[in-house]
């Protein structure tokens, strides 16, 4: 719906007119470059996270990939670690922690995550660093997009576009070498990859190249998740990037010569800086918007205009709601930064962290799984003699080969028969063991008897095992 001069409404002509003014047509957002404490922070988390994620696959631990989530052999090796589908607890404790922790840095200073650790966020940052280097800066950018296709705009496009596809294809392959061996998959690359390794490869791949270089800023605002409850995760004393009206206002602009405070006015030049480099395009002035990533990137571009200008820095800042209209210092910001709410967290997280990192210190090398052989309970093999049958699953979680032995107690005088003993066990390996309990017939009463197996290493006593069962008296 339009208006007049007048301000009289004046209907749509049609309901497809109407239909079409639901919808925001995207507008292309040209980023600035931008340097400052911030800027570098960033970087700094991009060159971090990228070389774990692309050196990780690289390491070798044990003749092994150190880092290698088999799931056709159903193992997870982590370094020194191996990890069983026994061992989906630890799973389960992480993503505790991973939550826990998103609570608590939102909790304090809002979308840090997001900002600077969100493979989005990185993706789309080293996907234009390469679009600076091959069109330039924002304004060489939009020109660019604008002029007449030509041999040197075709040029320019083609080589971009050919290097984020060669980022997003080899970030494919990394992320489908922590599931199969790296090494191999290199060689096998590019005529003879497997069906599903290709799929993966070029799956994740093209899901890099689509977000990084066409979606960017559209996934942050409409398909992640987090935009859109982050507000309850905040309050009036989380730490967020604030734009310091009462010192910015009246905004407009001056020359440099102008005293602010004699012309009435605030210390915003209204230069759009804010604007220009943020990854989203929104305007920090018009307040807290769920489409901030909280990247700072305004407050850096802020800060070297207010250096230009000799105003003093922060007029973009991170401060909290409360610090803002009560004007708390530093100090008292920080206090109320750790608060009961945040306490509470960070005492959680510190506890199931700490839990879990002992629970990983004890953990033993060995489990082992009974099961009973429901073909064949309870029978009796000569007379006065019942025998059960049992399969024992003895995983060796360790890299070295061990040996066991297999005992049994809880009944009196029940033996294990027909098992070579000492049982041996491959480093990162399970082995079946079909194992035949004898006991006398008068040694327990009809029906279940409680009993236990007893597994242990020969050599380390304290490698050991004791499993609950049960065996069977004919009634």
Not at 34 to 53: K, L, P, R
Not at 230 to 248: C, E, H, N, P, W
């Amino acid at each position: 719906m339009t208006t007049t001069d007048n301000a009289v409404p004046i209907l749509p002509q049609s309901i497809s007119d109407a239909e079409v003014g639901l919808f925001e047509i995207r507008k292309k957002i040209y980023p600035r470059a931008v340097t400052g404490w911030f800027a570098n922070a960033s970087w700094t988390m991009v060159f971090v996270t990228q070389i774990v994620y692309y050196g990780l696959p690289w390491l070798a631990w044990n003749d092994r990939q150190a880092v290698l989530f088999d799931i056709a052999a159903r193992r997870f090796y982590i370094f020194g670690a191996v990890f069983w589908p026994q061992d989906v607890i630890y799973l389960a404790v992480l993503l505790i922690i991973a939550a826990l922790s998103l609570f608590l840095f939102t909790a304090m200073a809002g979308r840090l995550w997001c900002g600077f650790a969100c493979p989005q966020t990185v993706y789309t940052q080293i996907f234009l660093w390469v679009e600076r280097k091959i069109e330039g800066d924002r304004t060489a950018r939009i020109r660019l997009d604008r002029e007449p296709v030509s041999v040197r705009k075709i040029g320019k496009k083609a080589a971009k576009h050919a290097i984020w596809l060669a980022i997003s294809l080899w970030t494919g392959v990394t992320f489908v070498g922590y599931f199969t061996p790296f090494r191999p998959l290199q060689a096998a690359i590019p005529g003879n990859l497997g069906g599903w390794e290709s799929f993966w490869v070029l799956f994740y791949g093209l899901a890099t190249y689509g977000n990084a270089g066409y979606l960017r800023e559209q996934v942050c605002k409409y398909m992640c998740p987090y935009a859109r409850f982050q507000s309850v995760m905040f309050d009036k004393d989380t730490l967020v990037i604030t734009y310091d009206t009462a010192r910015g206002e009246p905004r407009g602009p001056r020359s440099r010569k102008v005293d602010p405070k004699a012309a009435g006015l605030g210390y915003c030049v209204d230069c759009l800086i804010c604007v220009q480099v943020c990854p989203t395009g929104i305007d920090i002035r018009k307040g807290l918007q769920y489409e901030c990533i909280g990247c700072a990137a305004c407050i850096d571009g802020c800060d070297q205009v207010m250096d230009k200008r000799g105003y003093p820095r922060g007029l973009i800042r991170y401060a909290t709601e409360n610090a803002l209209t009560s004007g708390y210092d530093g100090a008292t910001i920080w206090q109320r930064v750790f608060r009961a709410r945040t306490l509470v967290y960070l005492a959680l997280l510190a506890t199931i962290a700490t839990a879990a990192g002992v629970s990983l210190y004890l953990r033993e090398s060995l489990k082992v799984d009974v099961i009973r052989d429901r073909g064949a309970l309870a029978r009796e093999t000569e007379p006065g003699i019942i025998e059960n049958v049992y399969r024992l699953q003895i995983m060796n979680t360790g890299e070295v080969p061990q040996r066991f032995s297999i005992a049994a107690d809880g009944v009196p005088g029940i033996a294990v028969v027909g098992v070579l003993q000492p049982v041996t066990v491959a480093g990162a390996s399970s082995r079946l063991v079909p194992v035949r309990l004898q006991a006398p017939a008068e040694a327990g009463k009809p029906g279940a008897n409680r009993i236990e197996f007893v597994v242990e290493a020969l050599g380390d006593a304290k490698l050991s095992r004791r499993e609950k069962s049960t065996f069977l008296f004919p009634r």
